[in-house]
């Protein structure tokens, strides 16, 4: 592993101190600090949850609603193939991994672990231990990618099979192709974390240059023109834009990121209430 993916590990690692500090990634109704509602009290309501001075303020007994934080099942799936070594989608992708990793164990939450190594698939038991984490995210640092490509439609299948109870399910790739979620969502709570490289979106033309695929490593034989450029950017423009309608038309919570630095930041946001 190279001394640039070592150091961002040890960021991540660092980083989770700042990530949603003393809290969990969804709240739920129950005993807790966080105000949620009040409402008229029912026969079935705990007493010790009657606000007594807004009783006596309006003539009934009324009872404070509070968001409670509770153990999640938190689970992430890597989706790797060969554009990931384009730019720094490998060490970004590493960062991800490692900072949710961390945080979910940190928060004791159980967390669960899925990778798909290009058309292999890889599911670990669910766990609260640091020791487990650390010997998965090695495994996965050590992955080649190159030569790659996954099947898409096949994600979501595996992952309804692997993954049993309902979980926060973050699944990080770089959403290239298509990929229908509208099973997946309705048994989980899913983010998406698009990883780019801001080449891929926005490539410059570059008189004599040679491509390779990295999905085969086949060399491109078509010149890199402006004309070749131009539809290249709006095929993608109109693939993202089916991709997040699909998204959102699934209730599905997503960010893109091209540096590991923005990734914090985003969730942050992602996660505000």
Known sequence: MSQEVESIILRAKEDIYTLLQGGNFSK???HGYDFSELRAYDSGDD???ISWINSAKLGELYVKKMHEERELNISIAMLLDG???IGNK???MNYILTLISYSSLHTNNLLKISYLFGDIFKSFEPTKRFEDVEGVLKEF?????LELKIAYEKVEERLINSIESKSLLFIVGDFFEFIDLSILSQKHELVI???RDRWEENPKVIANSELVNPLNSRVLTQTLSKKSVDYYKKRLQEHDEKLFEHFNHCGVKYIKVYDFNEVIDKLE???EY
Not at 141 to 145: C, D, F, T, V
């Open 47 to 49: 007493i010790r949850a």
């Open 141 to 145: 640092r050590e992955k080649e990618p």
């Open 83 to 85: 554009r990931a070594i």
């Open 90 to 92: 490998i060490e970004t």
């Open 28 to 30: 739920y109704l129950g």
């Open 193 to 195: 974390i698009v990883v």
């Open 269 to 271: 946001t992602l996660f």
